[in-house]
């Protein structure tokens, strides 16, 4: 426990005599929030301390039942009646039409990618003109799709499956669940 920590357990038990409190401003100050005592500051008896410094006034506060409020000299109260404040702007069209825009374009990219897993683009295929290029391969290849026109644009089957599906099932999942939970 520290030294400061000591003197305000002292403070609340009663333990403390009124010369340490006045020494220390924040026990003076707790003293007086605490239990309505007004003790003034010391006025320093070595000369080579007093001198330039200006005299120090002590204000007197003004207790009431309510001991949180603090009393300071000179504070201009606030206005009784505050400027009017406008109204926080309720959720526009255009936000619910993004929404909804998000929720249709995350609904189709997972078809799209479900549909392309189980060979639904197989029909497309027959663009492929190189010599390489399989019948069976029934799957858009995600990860070399500007290789439409030649086997890299294409791959195997539905039991087959690579890690650019994988990638787009599960990105189109994410994108939809962020889209419903989106308010």
Excluded at 14 to 20: M, Q, R
Excluded at 57 to 83: C, K, N, R
Excluded at 115 to 130: I, K, Q, R
Excluded at 133 to 158: D, H, K, M, V
Aim: hydrophobic share 45%.
């Amino acid at each position: 426990m520290t030294s400061h920590d000591e003197k305000v357990k002292r403070l609340l038990d009663g333990n403390i005599d009124e010369a340490e409190i006045a020494a220390d401003p924040v026990l003076a100050s707790l003293a007086e929030r605490i239990f309505g005592l007004n003790i003034e500051p010391i006025i320093p008896s070595k000369p080579s301390t007093s001198t330039g410094l200006p005299p120090v006034e002590v204000v007197t506060a003004i207790t009431s039942a309510d001991s949180m409020v603090e009393v300071v000299p000179g504070f201009i109260p606030m206005p009784s009646s505050l400027p009017a404040i406008a109204p926080i702007p309720s959720q526009t069209a255009a936000g619910k039409k993004s929404g909804g825009l998000l929720k249709i374009f995350s609904l189709g990219s997972l078809a799209i990618s479900a549909a392309n897993v189980f060979g639904a683009f197989g029909f497309l295929n027959s663009n492929c003109t190189a010599d390489k290029c399989a019948e069976e391969a029934t799957r858009i290849n995600w990860a070399g799709i500007q290789n439409f026109s030649n086997e890299l644009g294409w791959s195997q089957p539905f039991p087959e499956m690579g890690i650019p599906d994988y990638v787009a099932v599960g990105a189109s999942i994410l994108l939809l669940i962020l889209a419903f939970r989106r308010k």
